[in-house]
C-alpha cells in the first residue's frame, strides 16, 4: 500500500549505495537513492522534482514497468530477498505528476512531433516544459498510442491518459487527432517546422508460420477485441510468445470464455514477460507449453494442428540466454485459432517513398537517429528509432532525442 508511513520505511531501508545498482538498472536511469534520501529527510517536494526531471512517464513507469529486471530485482539486497521496491515509491510520487506546474518560458522555436505514444508523450511535454511550441500529431482519436490501442484495461488504467491529455493542454501543447501521415498530411506540409520528431512507434507484426484462415496476429486481437469475442467463445486458442504482448493475449482471449495455451520455444523462466504478467497468466488458468518451437500449421480432416517441434535447452546460466537446440522430436497440436505476438517492427516504407536520400542512408539515420532534408532536420526517436521495446526504454530515448535536438538546433 502506498501512504507515506510506507514508503519512508522503505527510503530507510535503501543502503544509499556510492554504485546503484538500481539506477544502472533503471531505463531511465531516475535517481533512486537520491530521490530515496529525500524522502528519508521528508524532502517530498525535491524527491518529486528529480523523478519528475527524470521522467516524464513516471505514472506509466510505475504501473507497467519490469521492476523484477530493473531496479528491485538489481538492488543489491535483493541477494537477500530485501530489494527496495521502489516501483511503489514512485507510485506514490507520480499521482501529483500531472498536476504539476512547470516552469513555462517561450524560446520562440516551434516542433512538429508525428505520434502521440509513450515517446511522443515524453517529447511533448519536455519540449513545451523547456519553452518550445509543440504540435502533435497522431493518427488515433486519443493519446496514448499502444496504451490506448493494444494495453488492455485489466492491467492499464487508461484513465491516466486523461490527465496526461489535460497536462499538455495545461502546457500550451497543439494536438491534432486522427490525422494520418501520408494519408492526412505529408512531411512537405510541415515545411514551416525547422524541426520534427517522428515517434511513430511500430507498425508491423513478426510472422514465424505460413499464413492459413486460422491464424491471427496478435496486434489485431488487442486492437479489436470486441470483434472477436464471439469467434473465440469455448474454442481453444494457441498463443505463440513468450513476451507481455503474448501474455497480454492470452489473457485477454481467457476472458472470452476460450481454453487457452501459450506455445513457449523456451521455458517460462526464460520469457521475456514480466514475471508479474506470467504469474497472472497462470493464476487464471492460462497453460504453457514449453520448449515447443512452431513448424507449421495443418489442417486435415477439418481439424486445425499446430506443429510444433519440441526443443532441448542448454544447462542454465544466469548471464545469458539459454541455447535453443532443435530436437527433431515433432508433435501436432489441435486447436481451433493459432494467435501469433511474436514481435512488431518499426516500418520506414513512407521515408524510403517520401524521401530517396533516406532509403540510400537508411543505416547510418537509424545509427545517428537523425537526418537533414533540405532546411529541417527530423529525428526518429523511441520503438519507431530502436524497434518494439518496454515503456521506460522508449521513453528513455525520447530523452535523448531532446537532448541532442536541443544540442544540435
Ligand atoms: S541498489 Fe538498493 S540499496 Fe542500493 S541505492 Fe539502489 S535501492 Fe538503495
Redesign the pocket.
Known amino acids: 500500500m502506498e501512504n507515506y508511513e510506507n514508503i519512508k520505511k522503505i527510503a530507510n531501508n535503501?543502503?544509499?549505495?556510492k554504485k546503484?545498482?538500481?539506477?544502472e538498472a533503471c531505463p531511465m536511469h531516475n535517481p533512486?537513492?537520491s530521490i530515496?534520501n529525500d524522502i528519508k529527510n521528508d524532502h517530498l517536494d525535491m524527491a518529486k522534482d528529480k523523478l519528475f526531471t527524470s521522467s516524464k512517464v513516471t505514472l506509466v513507469c510505475s504501473k507497467l514497468c519490469d521492476f523484477e529486471r530493473s531496479?528491485a530485482g538489481k538492488?543489491?539486497?535483493a541477494k537477500k530477498g530485501k530489494?527496495?521496491p521502489?516501483y511503489m515509491v514512485e507510485a506514490y510520487l507520480a499521482k501529483s505528476f500531472c498536476e504539476n506546474t512547470f516552469v513555462k518560458s517561450q524560446n520562440g522555436k516551434k516542433v512538429a512531433i508525428i505520434g502521440a505514444g509513450i515517446s511522443g508523450i515524453t517529447c511533448a511535454i519536455s519540449l513545451a516544459k523547456d519553452g518550445y511550441s509543440v504540435y502533435l500529431f497522431d493518427k488515433n482519436a486519443q493519446i496514448g498510442g499502444v496504451l490506448t490501442e493494444s494495453i488492455p484495461s485489466f492491467r492499464f488504467d487508461k484513465s491516466i491518459l486523461i490527465n496526461y491529455a489535460k497536462l499538455l493542454d495545461d502546457l500550451g501543447v497543439k494536438v491534432y487527432l486522427n490525422k494520418t501521415l501520408g494519408q492526412d498530411f505529408t512531411l512537405d506540409d510541415l515545411n514551416s517546422f525547422k524541426c520534427i520528431i517522428m515517434a511513430l512507434g511500430t507498425q508491423g507484426s513478426r510472422s514465424v508460420l505460413n499464413k492459413t484462415a486460422f491464424l491471427i496476429d496478435g496486434i489485431s486481437v488487442l486492437k479489436n477485441i470486441d470483434s472477436y469475442k464471439a469467434t473465440f467463445a469455448k474454442k481453444k486458442i494457441l498463443v505463440i510468445g513468450g513476451g507481455n504482448v503474448a501474455m497480454d493475449v492470452a489473457r485477454t482471449v481467457k476472458r472470452m470464455d476460450a481454453m487457452v495455451h501459450i506455445v513457449y520455444r523456451r521455458d517460462i523462466l526464460s520469457a521475456p514477460a514480466s514475471k508479474k504478467e506470467i504469474t497472472d497468466a497462470l493464476n487464471e488458468g492460462i497453460i504453457f507449453d514449453e520448449c515447443l518451437a512452431p513448424i507449421k500449421l495443418i489442417t486435415e480432416n477439418n481439424t486445425n494442428y499446430l506443429e510444433v517441434e519440441k526443443m532441448q535447452l542448454e544447462e542454465h546460466d544466469t548471464h545469458a540466454k539459454k541455447a535453443i537446440i532443435p530436437t527433431g522430436e515433432f508433435r501436432k497440436m489441435t486447436c481451433d485459432y493459432v494467435i501469433e505476438a511474436v514481435g512488431e517492427y518499426p516500418s520506414y516504407e513512407y521515408l524510403e517513398k517520401a524521401i530517396p536520400t533516406f532509403a540510400q542512408n537508411k543505416e547510418t539515420i537509424l545509427a545517428n537517429g537523425y537526418f537533414k532534408y533540405h532546411e529541417q532536420i527530423i529525428f526518429l526517436t523511441g520503438d519507431y528509432l530502436i524497434g518494439a521495446s518496454s515503456f521506460a526504454k522508449a521513453s528513455a530515448m525520447a530523452n535523448k532525442t531532446i537532448k541532442k535536438l536541443e544540442e544540435i538546433t
Open positions: 535503501c543502503l544509499n549505495c546503484p545498482l538500481c539506477v533512486i537513492p530515496l531496479c538492488c543489491i539486497l530489494g527496495i521502489f
